[in-house]
C-alpha cells in the first residue's frame, strides 16, 4: 500500500518525512518484521551448531546460504508475504515461522526446530532490543554528538564575550555567552553519556521464563547457558529471571536518559528565543524565505520553537514508555504490545526536534553591538561586587547601603565612582573597585567556559 505523505495521520511520516526517513527500515512493520525474521533464523542456525541437538546438526552449505539469503535479502515482498499469513492465521510471529518453512528447503524434521521452544515474546523482546540498539548507534548518538560539537565550536568562539545575565528575567551579575553555552553543553555531555550506557537486555526462556517445555524435550541440556550464549551473540545482554516477558525496565532508562536529554533541550530551545528576543543574535536571512504572513519584517526563531515543541511530544511518549512498559499483569498481558510499537514515534520526534534546533543554530549571529550596548550602561550591576568588598572590610550596612544607592535609580559610573571613593577601605581594594567596569565584572567566566573544552 502506497501513501502519499500528504495523506498520512502522523506528521514523522507526512510533513516531516524527509527528517525521519532514516528511522523507517529500523521502526516501521517492515523493520519489526524484518527483525523477527533474522532472530528466528539466527535460532535456528544456532541450534544447528550446538552438538546437544543431533536432529538438525551441522546444516549443509546449502541450507546456511539459503537461510542467510532470507536475512541479506530481505524485501517488502517478502514483508507481504508474511504479512498475508498472518491474516490467515491471524498470529504476526506465527507468520513468521510458516514464512521461513515456506520459502527455504529445508527438510521437514528441520522445520520443526524453526521457533523451537520459543514464545512469542522470546522473538519480539529481542527483536525491539536490536531496533533499539541500532538506532541508538547509527542516529541518536551521532546526531547528539553533532550537536554537541556545534556548541563547543560556540563555546570556544564565545567563551570572552560578556553579556548580561537575567535573573528572574531581570539584569543581572554579567557573564559571558561562552559561559551560558558552557553550562548546556556539560549538562548535555553527562546525560548522552548516562543515555550511551544504558544497557539492552534480552530474554529468550519460554512461555512463562521457566524453559518449561525445553527441559521436557531435552532433559540433560543447560538451557539457561544455551539461552545466555545466544542472547550474547545477538551484542544483547542477557536477562535470565523474567515471566513470559523482559520486563522492560532497561527500556524505562533508556526512555528517561533521552527524556532528559530532550528537557535540557528544550531549556537550550527557550533561552536561546529569549536571547534572539533580547536582540542578543540576529538569525542570518535567507532571501527566499518568508517569516511572516502579514509583517514582512520579521525573522521568527522557528527553528526553536519547532524543536521545543516536537522534544514535549518526544517526553510525553518517552515518559509513558518509561512507566507503562516495566508494569506487566502476572506473568504476562499484551499492553506492552501495542505501546513498543510507538518506540520509533518518540525518537522520530527527536530527530525531528534535534535536526530543526541544529538548522537553527547554524543561522545564528551574534548581536556584538546590542551585547556591549547594553551591557556598557548597566553600571548598577557592579552593586553586588561594591557591597561583599564592603563586607570583608567590616563596613556597617553595605547591602542596605548599596541597595539605597542603586534600588529605582539611575546608576552611572560617575555615581559608584564618587561612592567607592568615599568608602573607608585600602587603597588596593579601592582602585580595584574603581578600576572594574560591567564588561569586565564577569569573575571566571571565560575560564569555566574554556574548562569545557
Known sequence: MNIHTLETISPTDGRYADKTKDLRHIFSEFGLIKYRVFIEIRWLQ??????????????????TKELNRLIDNFTLEDAEKIKNIEKEINHDVKAVEYFIARNTKIE????????????????????????????????????????????????????????????????ASPTTLGKELSNFLTRLRKTHNEFSEVIILGKFNGAVGNFNAHIVAYPDCDWIKLSREFIESLNI???????QIEPHDWMASYAHALQRYNTILINFCRDIWGYISLGYFKQRIVKEETGSSTMPHKINPIDFENGEGNLGLSNALLNHFAIKLP????????????????????LGYFVIALKSILKGVEK??????????E????WEVLGEAIQTVMRRYGIPEPYEKLKALTRDKEVTQDLLKEFITSLDIPKEAKNRLLKLTPKSYIGLAEKLAKKTL
Not at 158 to 171: C, D, E, F, N, V
Request: charged fraction near 20%.
Open 375 to 378: 551591557i556598557d550602561q548597566s
Open 108 to 171: 521437514p524434521n528441520v522445520t520443526n526446530f524453526i521457533h523451537f521452544g520459543c514464545t512469542s515474546e522470546d522473538i519480539n523482546n529481542l527483536a525491539y532490543a536490536l531496533m533499539l540498539q541500532e538506532a541508538k548507534n547509527t542516529i541518536i548518538l551521532p546526531l547528539m554528538s553533532k550537536f554537541e560539537e556545534c556548541l563547543t565550536s560556540m563555546v570556544q568562539k564565545y567563551a570572552k564575550q560578556p553579556m548580561l545575565s537575567r535573573t528572574h528575567g531581570q539584569i
Open 364 to 373: 545564528l549571529e551574534v548581536n556584538y553591538n546590542r551585547l556591549n550596548e
Open 327 to 346: 508494569i506487566s499483569r502476572w506473568q504476562r498481558d499484551l499492553t506492552d504490545s501495542t505501546v513498543q510499537r510507538n518506540l520509533g514515534v518518540a
Open 237 to 243: 545482554k542477557p536477562n535470565i529471571n523474567t515471566t
Open 46 to 63: 544456532f541450534l544447528s551448531n550446538a552438538s546437544t541437538f543431533e536432529e538438525i546438526s551441522d546444516f549443509n552449505a546449502d541450507t
